[in-house]
Structure formats: structure tokens, C-alpha cells
């Protein structure tokens, strides 16, 4: 049985340490869509700087520099919004065989597709996961895997730049059975609506159990609530 998005999203949020996995992010990435290399990176083009801040060992990786000169002269992934999207859909398969992007810097790696997922806001620096694959392009329901786990990213990449997150001791109110049950299926990376048609609720209901957690942690989205429960031990086994 392969690799489930619930996995991941329960292994990333149980990560600890302070800082983003960035390494762990790369490699359950590649694992999801069977890619053949992965980058985090964050590019400020106006500097002409780039920084890797995780990566998954394989054919498709590449060094600092070469992400860097490899950008400078990338057809511009920022320009279709924050949806996770392949190089097919920026620039189309033949174009993009003729860039210099592909045709030079690419060429030594046997990398023909690339999947971004864009990592916040389309502001210096451009912050996103590259994972590449050499074999075959990626499918619709691959980009929407990755749409899936984009908003945890997300939420941890936000989480661990601020550097003094107060300790959390618990909700103000005790939650309800219902509310705990919601929960429970935030923390498993279920969407709204996915989680009123397990609980047997309208997708209002669970929206409105959702914000009612909130309000009882005092957090502002999924990411956060569910690691002030996790540190309060409300989740369980």
C-alpha cells in the first residue's frame, strides 16, 4: 500500500524540532507522485540569490548555483497564481524543449518535467517545492495531490518563521465530543467537506465546528490549531 496524504500530513505536523523539514517535505513529495528529485527553494530574483532549505537526494537535484542560474533564465512559474502547476502548463511540451532552460542546464539531470507548488504569497523571494521527473509528465490528479498538501506547507513555512511562538496550555473552553471529533479529521488533512461526509454533518456544520475550535485555541487556521492540539495531547494515538 503506497504512501497516503494523510500519512504525510500527520508525520509533518508531528515534527517537533522548531524549524521547517524541509528534507522530509522533499522526500514524502517524491514519494507521492514517484518524482525523481525535489528542491525547496527560495528565489530573490532582484538579488540573484537563491536558497535551498530542502532537498530529496536523486538524479533530478541540483546544487545552489545551478538552481540559481537555472531561474535566471526559467520560464516564469509565478504568473499562473499560487495553483501548483507543470512546466507543460506555463510555457507547453515543445517550447519548453527548446528553452535554454531545458535544453542546457537541464540536459546533464535527464529531467524533462517539473511540478512547482508555490509556497505563499508571489513576493520577493518566490518560495515553492520543485520536484522533477524524467520519464513522463505529471497528471492533473498528481497536481491535485499536491493542491492537498500545498496549505499544510504552507502553514508549517509560515509557523516556523516566527522565532517566539508562546506556549500553548489547551483551549480556553473545553471542547465538545462533536468538536473533538472535527478535530480529529482536521488533523488527518481533510477538507471541509470531506470531513461532514464522514461525520454524517452539512459541510456548514463542520465549517462552523472548525471555527469554533479556532475560537477555543485562539489560532487563525488548520496548521496552528492542530499543533496547539497536538502539544495539549488532545489528538491521541
Known amino acids: 500500500m503506497g504512501l497516503s496524504i494523510r500519512d504525510v500530513v500527520a508525520e509533518l505536523l508531528d515534527q517537533r524540532g522548531g524549524g521547517f523539514p524541509g528534507d522530509l517535505v522533499a522526500e514524502r513529495a ?8 525535489a528542491t525547496l527553494f527560495a528565489h530573490h530574483a532582484a538579488a540573484g ?5 530542502g532537498h530529496a537526494p536523486g538524479p533530478g537535484l541540483l546544487s545552489e548555483s545551478q538552481t540559481c542560474a537555472l531561474l535566471d533564465v526559467h520560464p516564469d512559474f509565478s504568473a499562473g497564481g499560487l495553483e501548483p ?11 519548453w524543449r527548446r528553452t535554454r532552460a531545458r535544453s542546457e542546464l537541464l540536459a546533464h539531470t535527464g529531467m524533462r518535467y517539473e511540478l512547482i507548488v508555490p509556497l505563499g504569497a508571489l ?9 522533477m521527473r524524467e520519464d513522463r509528465d505529471f497528471s492533473e490528479a498528481e497536481c491535485d495531490l499536491l493542491a492537498t ?3 499544510v506547507l504552507i502553514g508549517l513555512l509560515t ?15 473545553p471542547l465538545t465530543p462533536r468538536e473533538r471529533q472535527v ?18 454533518m452539512s459541510p456548514h456544520t463542520a465549517a462552523r465546528h472548525i471555527e469554533a475550535i479556532y475560537g477555543k485555541f485562539g489560532t487563525h ?9 497536538q502539544r495539549s495531547n488532545l489528538l491521541g494515538s
Not at 517524491?30 to 528529485?37: F, M
Not at 509557523?159 to 473552553?173: E, I, M, R, Y
Not at 487556521?221 to 492540539?229: C, E, F, K, N, Q
Open 183 to 200: 478535530l480529529r479529521e482536521v488533523a488527518k488533512g481533510l477538507t471541509t467537506r470531506a470531513i461532514a461526509h464522514h461525520l454524517g
Open 149 to 151: 498538501l500545498q496549505p
Open 159 to 173: 509557523l516556523a518563521s516566527v522565532p517566539h511562538q508562546p506556549p500553548t496550555t489547551g483551549p480556553d473552553k
Open 123 to 131: 513576493e520577493q523571494p518566490y518560495q515553492a517545492l520543485a520536484i
Open 49 to 53: 540569490t537563491v536558497r535551498r532549505f
Open 30 to 37: 517524491v514519494e507521492l507522485v514517484a518524482g525523481d528529485g
Open 221 to 229: 487556521d488548520r496548521t496552528s490549531t492542530v499543533l496547539a492540539a
Open 85 to 95: 502547476r507543470r512546466i507543460t502548463d506555463v510555457v507547453g511540451a515543445a517550447s
